[in-house]
């Protein structure tokens, strides 16, 4: 089983930045994970914002490339979201999602979620 724990949520200005963290516990080899961050505004569908597979490879959304970033840190568990020049349109709840993929099965674990607003 494996647990995910996001931070970093907060009320930040248009034109700011913020970075999320996910970090991950549980019996679980974090580096065979593949990560990603989906977010969900109000009356909407969660939808994909970042993802980095094992090798460190990472697709964006089209609404985020050039101002977010991606990233992990295996030893800690922990995968990161910078978010850079912040509109009011990226409001949402943000989760951190991990999948493992065995033998062609996915298993996925949602974190609770953390709150990004951004607002003037």
């Known amino acids: 089983q494996v647990q995910l724990v996001e931070s970093g949520g907060d009320l930040v200005q248009p034109g700011g930045s913020l970075r999320l963290s996910c970090a991950a516990s549980g019996s679980i080899i974090f580096s065979i994970y593949y990560m990603g961050w989906y977010r969900q505004a109000p009356g909407k569908q969660r939808k994909l914002v970042a993802a980095i597979t094992t090798g460190l490879g990472t697709n964006y959304a089209d609404s985020v490339k050039g101002r977010f970033t991606i990233s992990r840190d295996n030893t800690k568990n922990t995968v990161y979201l910078q978010m850079n020049s912040l509109k009011p349109e990226d409001t949402a709840a943000y989760y951190c999602?991990?999948?493992?993929?065995?033998?062609?099965?996915?298993?996925?674990?949602w974190g609770q979620g953390t709150q990004v607003t951004v607002s003037s």
């Open positions: 999602n991990a999948v493992l993929v065995i033998d062609g099965n996915n298993y996925a674990y």
